[in-house]
């Protein structure tokens, strides 16, 4: 795949980036490390947001506390030991869905974050947990030089 150069002014209406991966949860998760790493490289600010995972032994736990830049917060029930499909019913529970979605608002508000990284909300939005709508709000509210990735 080749990889093109956007300049800022050619960004549409003066926007950042909206990143939508899809496919299974792991890739994905793969895809948007790869983004953040991409980006403490460039001495820019990424915070990533786990929907659906927690646990300390991951690995990307581990490599986030040795990049400059990048913090990580989760707020789900999936460990490393767990597959989504081993867990009945969602893979957050309501409440802290809503702390997770009020962190990434206030990331959005604050407009110090470079990278946004919304691991595993498109997930939530596909199972009918997260209407589309907050995405778009999100998108909206962020900052020109703010990338969300979903």
């Known amino acids: 795949m080749r990889e093109e150069h956007v300049d800022d002014e050619q960004r549409p209406e003066g926007r950042g980036y909206l990143m939508l ?49 990048v913090s990580l917060s989760q707020y789900g029930l999936i460990d490393v030991g767990t597959r989504a499909e081993d867990i009945p019913g969602p893979g957050i529970a309501p409440e802290r869905l809503e702390f997770a979605l009020r962190e990434a608002r206030r990331h959005i508000a604050q407009r110090v974050t470079n990278i946004l990284i919304l691991d595993g909300l498109l997930t939530l939005v596909d199972e009918g947990m997260v209407p589309d709508r907050t995405v778009l709000e999100l998108v909206e509210s962020a900052a020109p030089w703010t990338d969300i990735v979903v």
Do not use: W
């Open 21 to 69: 991966l899809v496919g299974d949860e792991r890739r994905t998760s793969d895809a948007a490390l790869g983004i953040a790493l991409r980006g403490a490289g460039h001495s820019l600010r990424i915070h990533i947001i786990q929907f659906l995972k927690t646990g300390r032994e991951r690995g990307e736990v581990a490599a986030v506390s040795f990049l400059t830049g």
